[in-house]
Each structure stands twice: as C-alpha cells, then as structure tokens.
Antibody
Framework: QVQLVQSGAEVKKPGASVKVSCKAS????????MHWVRQAPGQGLEWMGR????????NYAQKFQGRVTMTRDTSISTAYMELSRLRSDDTAVYYC????????????WGQGTLVTVSS | QSALTQPASVSGSPGQSITISCTGT?????????VSWYQQHPGKAPKLMIY???NRPSGVSNRFSGSKSGNTASLTISGLQAEDEADYYC?????????????FGGGTKLTVL
C-alpha cells in the first residue's frame, strides 16, 4: 500500500532553515511527482511546489521562489523540502503529497510535519 | 486571500444533501478539468474525495459527487452522515505564461446538525 512518512516536528528560530523529509513506499518513487503543501494554524492549504523524482526538475510557487528548495534521493525513495530564512508566519504543518505526471490531483498525503518558528 | 472562493461554512441534518461551491476564473477552474476536492478531519491529513471534476477514487462513497459549470465547481454530499463533518477544500491547476501552479480554496467547514 502507498505510504508517505514524514520526519518529525521541528522548532526553529527566525532566520534559520528547516529541511523536512518524506519517505515513500508501496509504489515506484520515480513514477509520480511529489508536491509540498502547507497549512498554517487554523488556516487553509497552500501549494508550495513540486519535484519530479525522476529528473529532479522542480516548479515552485512564486511566493516561495528563492527560499524553498526541493530535492530527492531516489536510492532511498525520499523527497525533501528545505525552507530558508524562516519567519514566524512560516509556522505551519507541512505536507508532502503524491501526484501523477499530469498532477491533476493529490492522491496520497503524508501525515504532516509541524514546523514552529519562534524566538 | 485564497485563489479559489468557497463558503466558510455549510450545515445540514443527517440524511439531507448539501452542496459546496468553489469559484475561480477562466485561468483555473474554468480553463481546466483539473478540479479536485479534499476532506480534512481535525488534526489529520487531507483525503482525496473527487478528482478531475467528477471522478471518485476507489473507496470513496458514492454519496460524494462533483460537477462544474463555467468558473464554478461544486461538491455535493447526499445522505449526510455524522462522519462527513469536516473541512472541505477544492483545488485546481492554474497556469500563466510563466508559471505553473496549483491553487486551493479557503476551505468550507461542514457541520452535521
């Protein structure tokens, strides 16, 4: 069965960086895009970007350009999302979500990783 | 402010039907059949309920259905059950000349009375 297991909660200071991992199992990792979506406390979902695990190619939301980096390690079927220059309003639950090549929808989601930015 | 507009809340009694709207533009909802809907219970990850406007993934109840007219997509839940109480989000692909994006609605809280 498809599973996306994310790394644990993080607490960071403003200005620092955070790197969240998402380990995939139950399917061919390189056959599906991996997207990242975040959700601030009590707020809605926000798309951050996606990575093609096969090529490593990425697309980022304009809002996060220059601050976000998405990578992958195909040898361990794991995708990563690194966000730099953290601010308090980056406090959110970060999700990885699988999508087909056309990315018409996100069919499996990780359990989420809470990132808290606080001085 | 979210890219897609949803009502903040809707409610219904058990057994009734409700519809949640999701309004965008010709650059997203109206331009592509890539609208999807997600159910999210408190403290849980979103779950795919409808994809490509009106398709149900395996395992999702046929009480859930989707449609689209122009720039507005809709999710209908018939025969409401207590377990349907959750937040619902729509999503759509959108593109400009320079960027590909996926956008979400602000979410709708469904209360089963």
């Amino acid at each position: 069965q498809v599973q996306l297991v994310q790394s644990g909660a993080e607490v960071k200071k403003p200005g620092a960086s955070v790197k969240v991992s998402c380990k995939a199992s139950g399917y061919t990792f390189t056959g599906y895009y991996m997207h990242w979506v975040r959700q601030a406390p009590g707020q809605g979902l926000e798309w951050m970007g996606r990575i093609n695990p096969n090529s490593g190619g990425t697309n980022y939301a304009q809002k996060f350009q220059g601050r976000v980096t998405m990578t992958r390690d195909t040898s361990i079927s794991t995708a990563y999302m690194e966000l730099s220059r953290l601010r308090s309003d980056d406090t959110a639950v970060y999700y990885c979500a699988r999508a087909t090549i056309l990315s018409t929808h996100f069919d499996y989601w990780g359990q989420g990783t809470l990132v808290t930015v606080s001085s | 402010q979210s890219a897609l507009t949803q009502p903040a809340s809707v409610s219904g009694s058990p057994g009734q039907s409700i519809t949640i709207s999701c309004t965008g533009t010709s650059s997203d909802v109206g331009g592509y059949n890539y609208v999807s809907w997600y159910q999210q219970h408190p403290g849980k990850a979103p779950k795919l309920m409808i994809y490509e406007v009106s398709n149900r993934p395996s395992g999702v109840s046929n009480r859930f259905s989707g449609s689209k007219s122009g720039n507005t997509a809709s999710l209908t839940i018939s025969g409401l059950q207590a377990e349907d109480e959750a937040d619902y989000y729509c999503s759509s692909y959108t593109s400009s000349s320079t960027l590909e994006n996926w956008v979400f609605g602000g979410g709708t809280k469904l209360t089963v009375l």
